[in-house]
């Protein structure tokens, strides 16, 4: 059964740091392309990072370019999002998700996390 527990979130003042992981289980996590997903209240899930089996290939979503950073580690089986000088805007639940490649639809990918809240005050 593959599962994908998320970690790290938490409130944060405009301007601060957070880093999300996201553990994966139940199937070998290197043959798997990650991405992290938002959702705000009263909107969609919106692709923000995705990382290649290898991590030899990101893709970001242009509002996060250049303050976040998605990582993995294969041995670890764990991917990371590293988000610094958060805004308000960026306050959501956040989720990460497996898929056979490095795609940016929600409906690319198989399993999911439970979520995560990250909440920036201004």
């Known amino acids: 059964q593959v599962q994908l527990v998320e970690s790290g979130g938490g409130l944060v003042q405009a301007g601060g740091s957070l880093r999300l992981s996201c553990a994966a289980s139940?199937?070998?996590?290197?043959?798997?392309?990650m991405g992290w997903f938002r959702q705000a209240p009263g909107k969609e899930r919106a692709f923000v990072a995705g990382i290649s089996r290898s991590g030899g290939s990101t893709n970001y979503a242009d509002s996060v370019k250049g303050r976040f950073t998605i990582s993995r580690d294969n041995a670890k089986n764990t991917v990371y999002l590293q988000m610094n000088s958060l805004k308000p805007e960026d306050t959501a639940v956040y989720y990460c998700?497996?898929?056979?490649?490095?795609?940016?639809?929600?409906?690319?990918?198989?399993?999911w996390g439970q979520g995560t809240q990250v909440t920036v005050s201004s």
């Open positions: 998700a497996s898929n056979r490649a490095l795609q940016t639809k929600p409906s690319s990918y198989d399993y």
């Open positions: 139940g199937r070998t996590f290197s043959n798997y392309a």
